[in-house]
Structures are given as C-alpha cells and as structure tokens.
C-alpha cells in the first residue's frame, strides 16, 4: 500500500493519498484546490488516480474534488447522510457514488470502510482503512477529516454561525458526543488521520502534531476524557473562535460545486499610477509587502496583507465575493498568491503591481507605530483619541483595556461606523500583526492619522505591571 499525506500550511489543511501498489489505483481523500501535488505524486509513483472522497462539505477551504474529477475522470464518493440541503450538487456530472454509515469501497486491494461521525456537520464521514492487499485483517487507521483531530475535535457551530443554521450548534454538541462515545470503540492502535492541524479555525487548541493514535487520544484529549454530556456539550461549545466571515461562502461553493480553474487564465501588470482608479471603483487592492514596509510607505486606498501563513484568512475575512483583486507584490511571488486567494475561492485576480515599483513612489502615505509610553501619554487627553482593540473575542474577554473599544479585525470593514469620526484611532491586538492589517484598513477608509499600538497589548501589559 502507499500513503502520502499533504500539508496546506496556509490553511492548516491534510489531504491524503492511498494506492494500491497491486493495481496501480490510487484515492486521494479531501483535496485541496490545487490539484498539482496529486497529480504530480501519480505520476511520480506509477498511479492513476481512480477514487475521490471527502469526509464532509467543507467551510474552510474550496474543495478540488470537482476539479480532481474533471481533469482525471476518477469516481466521487460522497455522503449521501445529513438532509437535503447538505447534499453535493455537483455529483451529477461525474461518475459518483453515495456513501452512507456502514458501507464500504475498494481502491484496488485496500478497503475503506464508512463510518458516519455527525457532529462538525450532519453529513461527516469517516474512513477506517484496512490493507487486505498487504494482508491486513484489522484497520491500520481512520481518516477522520474535522470529526477528530489531535487533541481535539471538530467545532459544531459552524453551520449556525457561518451559515445561519439556527440551532445547529447545540444539536451537533450531541450528535458529537455520541459520535466520540462510538470512535472511542475502535482499537487503541488505529491511526488517527485528521484533516486539519494547529491553526485551523475548525477547532479550538488542535495539535501541532499531525498524527495520533486512537489510544493515545483516549488518554490526552479532553472530549474523549470526558464522560458527562452536558458538561461535553458546554466545553464544546464555550470559547470557539469567531469563524471567519467566508466559511459561508465556502459551504456554498463547496455543495454547488466550485468553478473549474483555468490553467492560463491572465493576470496583468499594472502601474502604481492605475491604483488610484482602480480603488474608487471599488477594487480591493491588496498590498502584500512586509507590515514594516508598509509603514513606511504605501499607496493611497491599499490594504496591507503581508503574503505569509495568514494571509488566507483575513484576505477571506477582509475582501469580498464580488471585488475584483489587484496585489502589490514581488513578481515571482504573484501565482502563489493567485494559488493561496484561489484556495478560498477568491478567483478575481486581474492584475498585479510590481513592490519595487511602489517603493520608489512619490507622496506615499504612511502611519506610526507608538509605543506603550507614549499611548500612555496620549490617551491623557481622552477627547482626541480612541483606542479600538481588534482582539478576539476570547482575547478581550480575557482582559483588555478599561478605555478600549472592541471591534474584531475580521468584522473591522463593516463596523467602521462605530469608530468616532473626530478622534484618532489607536489600534491594537495582542502582538502588533493584527493592528498593522487594522491601520491599513482604517486608512482606507479615511482614518489617515490612525496609530498602531507597537508590540500590542503585551507590550502595554509588560508596561503597565
């Protein structure tokens, strides 16, 4: 048997192959949109890639198992549990195979067997796989996807916080509860294969480690340690971090099935002087460049979303369905960045700006980072600055600033109304990376003499004490 295991770092997101070394067939289970490292794995290793699986519709990222489909022909199979508006729509034009709790499939001599884990979402799979070719009788692991992860398991809120669900948050709690009390029948010695990592919004303190085993989970994490439901349900969920605001979209996209990608579809260079315009008819203009450089200097109306491990997420959070997209970048860094805004389906890239070429850019604006001194001295005079935390929720639950006000980064475009018009904003977060996306957000949006609060709320904390 092979096994490949793939990382999205930037969305904390596992893929997975399987083959059959006899046959010659492989299955690839939860592909990321970019479908090249699948494909490029096949080849390099003799496969064809004949099976497609997913263990749920996902929220996080856009699914490639349409894509997948499309370009290699390979059977889909899907779950055909939960309701009908949890259904994949996109089945229909492609082989396909529905998958409900208790049926199994075949990838050459390896068997899948499907367990239906409800819980994260009514329709969730799981996939416990057993090596017949390799002459296995028992499972070496189970595929879990948002079901299980190490050292926690998946966030039952998501379809009523992300798509308006009403009352699904507190009927998933129970359907995971019963869930796990069923997972934790399985052997100790079956392999956890889980579909996200430490940073994944799909959870709330999941491992770095990306793999475990049943037994060691049985022991460490704390929903199969607790045995009381209610007090399950309550641990679940209190304190689940905001989703961001387009695992909505992606519930979509990913039911109805996301656009086919065209491998030559173009993306211009454009000259800083084309900003200016291309802002006032509402394109979302993303500066990529270091929050340092930023700082120092930048176009008028751009938002500065450093291309890092981050940058995903609040582009999800901060850019909208219907904008067309321009970067600023460095020009070897653009089709990873057309690849990381595609992952979330963000598909309106239509150009580009070289960063050198804003670099050497007249009458830029720019904006202050202050330290907790000298916010200290500031907010003395209370009638002419405001300072807005832009923390998590759990973050400023926790502790934060008597004179602060709260408006969470992500919600920051549509809550700009509560910012007072005739004070300076000064922003914050905990460590000075979230406020620097701030700044560039007030800026845009008029507040030109917006400061940023150095080193964040440590910072102020560490000063404070």
């Known amino acids: 048997m092979f096994f490949k295991s793939f990382f999205d770092e930037n969305l904390a997101q596992m893929s997975y192959m399987v083959g059959c070394q006899k046959t010659g067939e492989a299955l690839v289970i939860d592909p990321a949109r970019d479908i090249t490292p699948y494909l490029e794995t096949s080849r390099k290793e003799g496969f064809d890639i004949t099976s497609i699986s997913e263990t749920h519709i996902h929220a996080d990222f856009l699914s490639g198992a349409r894509e997948l489909a499309h370009q290699t022909g390979a059977k889909l199979y899907l779950s055909d549990e939960g309701e009908d508006d949890w259904k994949y729509a996109f089945a229909e034009e492609y082989s396909h195979q529905w998958l409900k709790g208790g049926d199994q499939f075949y990838v050459g001599n390896v068997r899948l067997d499907v367990l239906h884990t409800p819980g994260h979402t009514p329709e969730s799979l799981s996939f416990l796989l057993t090596d017949e070719g390799g002459g296995s009788e028992v499972p070496m692991g ?110 979509k996209l990913n039911k109805e099935g996301p656009a086919l990608l065209s491998v030559d579809q173009s993306i211009d260079q454009l000259t800083a002087e084309d900003v200016e315009q291309l802002t006032a008819k509402g394109t979302a203009v993303i500066d990529t460049r270091s929050k340092e450089t930023f700082a120092e200097g930048h176009l008028k109306g751009t938002l500065n979303i450093p291309f890092n491990k981050g940058f995903a997420n609040w582009a999800g959070w901060l850019i909208n369905y219907d904008q067309d997209i321009v970067i600023i970048s460095d020009e070897e860094q653009v089709r990873d960045i057309q690849k990381a805004l595609q992952s979330i389906g963000l598909d309106r890239l239509v150009g580009y700006v070289l960063s050198e070429e804003v670099n050497h850019q007249e009458n830029l604006e720019t904006y202050t980072s202050i330290t907790a001194e000298e916010l200290e001295k500031k907010f003395k005079n209370e009638d002419d600055y405001i300072i807005v935390d832009v923390r998590n929720q759990s973050e400023w639950d926790e502790e934060h600033m008597e004179e602060a006000i709260h408006v969470m980064l992500g919600t920051l475009p549509d809550r700009l109304n509560e910012i007072p018009d005739n004070k300076t904003p000064i922003v914050h977060c905990q460590s000075g990376v979230r406020s620097a996306i701030a700044t560039s957000v007030l800026q845009a949006n008029g507040f030109k003499d917006t400061l940023n609060l150095k080193g964040g709320f440590g910072a102020w904390k560490d000063y404070s004490q």
């Open 142 to 251: 189970i595929f879990t996807g948002d079901f299980v992860f190490v050292g926690d398991i998946g966030r039952p809120d998501l379809l009523e916080k992300a798509a308006g669900a009403a009352g699904t948050a507190d009927q998933g709690a129970r359907q995971m509860y019963k869930s796990i009390q069923a997972f934790k029948e399985l052997p100790d010695y079956v392999q956890l294969w889980p579909g996200h990592g430490a940073g994944s919004a799909c959870g709330k303190s999941l491992g770095a480690v990306p793999t475990s085993t049943v037994g060691y989970e049985k022991i460490n994490n704390w929903a199969l340690t607790t045995e009381n439901e209610h007090q399950f349900s309550d641990e679940l969920l209190e304190g689940q971090p905001e989703p961001p605001t387009y695992f909505g979209m992606m519930k």
